[in-house]
Antibody, heavy 120, light 110 residues
Framework: QVQLQESGPGLVKPSETLSLTCIVSGDSISRYHWSWIRQPPGKGLEWIGY???????NYNPSLKSRVAISVDTSKNQFSLRLTSVTAADTAFYYCARERSHTVDCAFDMWGQGIMVTVSS | QSVLTQPPSASGTPGQRVTMSCSGS????????VNWFQQLPGTASKLLIYDNDERPSGVPDRFSGSKSGTSASLAISGLQSEDEADYYC???????????FGGGTKLTVL
């Protein structure tokens, strides 16, 4: 059974870099497209970006200048880096898997989420 | 700016049928498939409907999806107390070149 588990610091200082990792177990990370999605407390979901099975990436234009998603196939995990964070980046961060090879945001597997607070 | 609009709330009594809408535009709902997610309180989201009207394995047939033009709908029949959750639609937007989520509908089972 495929499982996703986010890890990383729960507290990041303003202007610093948020770094999270999603460990994938139960299947090869190379077979799918992967995304990061976030949700500010009490608010809706926001797509952050994709890492495609081809090795390319696609980011939300609103975050594009600050975000990077990468994959480490040797560890079967993928990562998120978000630079120059502010309080507006405080949110639950989820990693998720695209259901098929078609990129159509049908995220069928999700991590449990990790709360990241931006505060000094 | 591309937006997916969902009503903020919906409600029903046990056994009832409820529907909720997801309104988009020609750059998203009209051209691409719509997905629906259920988020139970304090948990991650779960894929409920994909490709407009397909149910993943394990999702009860009480849940159904449809799409017409620039709008999509999620229907829940035989409403149960455990259906109380937030429901989000999501679709690829050609103008954005990425994923749009609706603002979510909070379903209350009275």
């Amino acid at each position: 059974q495929v499982q996703l588990q986010e890890s990383g610091p729960g507290l990041v200082k303003p202007s610093e870099t948020l770094s999270l990792t999603c460990i994938v177990s139960g299947d090869s990370i190379s077979r799918y497209h992967w995304s990061w999605i976030r949700q500010p407390p009490g608010k809706g979901l926001e797509w952050i970006g994709y890492f495609y099975d081809t090795g390319s990436t696609n980011y939300n234009p609103s975050l594009k200048s600050r975000v990077a998603i990468s994959v480490d196939t040797s560890k079967n995990q993928f990562s998120l880096r978000l630079t120059s964070v502010t309080a507006a980046d405080t949110a639950f961060y989820y990693c998720a898997r695209e259901r098929s090879h078609t990129v159509d945001c049908a995220f069928d597997m999700w991590g449990q989420g990790i709360m990241v607070t931006v505060s000094s | 700016q591309s937006v997916l609009t969902q009503p903020p709330s919906a409600s029903g009594t046990p056994g009832q049928r409820v529907t909720m809408s997801c309104s988009g535009s020609s750059s998203n709902v009209a051209r691409n498939t719509v997905n629906w997610f259920q988020q139970l309180p304090g948990t991650a989201s779960k894929l409920l409907i994909y490709d407009n009207d397909e149910r993943p394995s394990g999702v009860p047939d009480r849940f159904s999806g449809s799409k017409s033009g620039t709008s999509a709908s999620l229907a829940i029949s035989g409403l149960q107390s455990e259906d109380e959750a937030d429901y989000y639609c999501a679709v690829w937007d050609d103008n954005l070149g990425g994923v749009l989520f609706g603002g979510g509908t909070k379903l209350t089972v009275l």
